[in-house]
């Protein structure tokens, strides 16, 4: 079965454009999570949708913005990009539903603002 | 509010010998916690949790986590580290309080090397 799947992989955006993450969960997840790992730190988490509702939200500006489709799948949104949000986008998919359910994480979308 | 502390940035083992990557958390309720591993330039690859039961969890790849709730620590064990175990280590929490969302908390990572 395929894991969590994102593009795209690598993107060069410049500063006060908007940039659009994708994200597909793994078969039969219906809860995504997005992360934020910046180089040198650990993930900072901002979004989660669970049954396309949003269930949570990090410490980030409303520059971020993200929805979950029918399918489960996800886009996370950034407008006026910054340097400073140059670092790799983690999308993550669980059952959802228990908190014990493991997050698996896709291979992320490395962003870098210039 | 929920955090986690990885005092070591930086570990370094003899390959065959045994490793440890510390973990500390904070929750105010009972904490779920997880173990995950990031190869260079890769996503993050999940190898344990503990819910609840057994303090000894194992997981992938022949590591360990042991839960000691008086300690509020969940090391990461295994018994004779490999030079292809060298990577980046997150301990992460999760704290269910009623009403939250069901976010990992991370610490800041290990860096783990395996001499040959």
């Known amino acids: 079965d395929a894991g969590v799947t994102q593009s795209p992989t690598h993107l060069i955006k410049t500063r006060g454009q908007q940039v659009t993450l994708r994200c597909s969960p793994i078969?039969?997840?219906?809860?995504v999570s997005w992360y934020q790992q910046v180089l040198g730190q650990g993930p900072q988490f901002i979004f989660q949708?669970?049954?396309?509702?949003?269930?949570g939200r990090g410490n980030f500006p409303d520059r971020f913005s993200a929805r979950q489709f029918p399918n489960y799948s996800s886009e996370l949104n950034v407008n006026a990009l910054l340097l400073g949000d140059s670092a790799l986008y983690l999308c993550?998919?669980?059952?959802?539903?228990?908190?014990?359910?493991?997050?698996?994480f896709g291979e992320g979308s490395w962003l870098t603002v210039v | 509010a929920q955090s986690v502390a990885q005092p070591e940035d930086q570990v370094n083992v003899a390959e065959g010998n045994p490793l440890t990557v510390k973990c500390t958390y904070s929750?105010?309720?009972?904490?779920?916690l997880f173990w995950y591993v990031q190869y260079p330039n890769r996503g993050l690859q999940f190898l344990l949790k503990?819910?609840?039961?057994?303090?000894l969890v194992k997981g992938s790849y022949g590591f360990e986590a042991e839960f000691n709730k008086s300690q509020t620590s969940f090391h990461l064990k295994k018994p004779s580290a490999l030079v292809s175990d060298s990577a980046l280590y997150f301990c992460?929490?999760?704290?269910?309080?009623?009403?939250?969302?069901?976010?990992?908390?991370f610490g800041s990572g290990t860096q783990l090397t395996v001499l040959p």
């Open positions: 993550a998919s669980s059952l959802g539903g228990a908190s014990g359910n493991t997050i698996y």
């Open positions: 078969s039969g997840h219906k809860s």
């Open positions: 992460a929490v999760r704290d269910v309080p009623s009403g939250s969302a069901r976010q990992l908390t």
């Open positions: 929750v105010s309720g009972n904490p779920y």
């Open positions: 503990y819910i609840t039961g057994d303090n």
């Open positions: 949708y669970y049954e396309k509702e949003e269930r």
